[in-house]
């Protein structure tokens, strides 16, 4: 997702003055061929947008809402549910803490805490489309954006989710609008609102049996990519030594 470079131009001049593009770019941590590449296309990307306003010690989701497409930004936010702070603890995680569980009752101790891993984790956008979304979600969201079905589901397979996809998913699901920004990875959790120790709250009060079914729902839709994956090697190994 981009804002016009115009705009851009406009709410960087708004916010840093006469600063140039290059110190700009170095206080961002942005090439500056980068940021002229794109102004030269004439879209700026939500990325650079995010990395000037953090740079500037901006609010993100306040610069973000600056632009036409993102004005109801900050009027959309609201705390995660439990479901969607779960959905942002990886798969390595939650297993580590079904096995501190287990090692804390056999040793009749209390168990380790769990140092979660950062958002967003290799199956936080999934996760997070499954806490949130009624069964027909991908399809509605789909729909609204008019957009192949297939093309949503690539992005999610990927991993991605664009910033439009993923606020129409949050409002078709009647969840904070920034949240699913932070599954993708442009916000952080502190920068969507999100309480501090959020997630591990949401941990620590998961029941042991909600905890498990959680993991093997996770474990179920890794397999499935697994064998995707597996599928699609078997059939590229196929294709070459046929040609071989």
Not at 73 to 78: N, Q, S, V
Request: aromatic share 2%.
């Amino acid at each position: 997702m981009t804002v016009p470079a115009k705009l851009f131009q406009q709410w960087l001049t708004s916010v840093a003055g006469t600063t140039s593009h290059a110190a700009v770019c170095r206080a961002a941590g942005i090439k500056r061929s980068t940021l002229a590449q794109q102004l030269v296309r004439g879209r700026v990307s939500l990325a650079t947008v995010a990395a000037v306003s953090r740079s500037l010690d901006l609010p993100v989701v306040a610069s973000l809402a600056a632009f036409p497409t993102f004005t109801n930004l900050t009027a959309g936010m609201r705390p995660p549910s439990t479901a969607e702070l779960l959905s942002q603890i990886s798969d390595t995680d939650l297993l580590q803490e079904i096995l501190n569980r287990n090692v804390a009752a056999e040793n009749l101790s209390e168990s380790n805490r769990v140092h979660l891993s950062p958002v967003p984790h290799r199956s936080s956008v999934r996760a997070w489309l499954d806490a949130v979304g009624p069964a027909d979600l991908r399809q509605k969201v789909a729909r609204q954006a008019e957009i192949a079905p297939q093309n949503l589901s690539a992005q999610i397979s990927a991993n991605r989710l664009t910033a439009e996809l993923a606020i129409e998913s949050a409002r078709i699901s009647n969840v904070g609008l920034t949240n699913g920004l932070v599954a993708t990875g442009l916000l952080s959790p502190a920068e969507a609102g999100w309480a501090p120790g959020a997630r591990e709250g949401a941990l620590l009060e998961i029941s042991n049996s909600a905890l498990v079914s959680l993991a093997a729902q996770r474990l179920e839709a890794l397999s499935r990519t697994l064998r995707r994956t597996e599928a699609d090697s078997a059939a590229t190994r196929s294709i070459w030594e046929n040609l071989g």
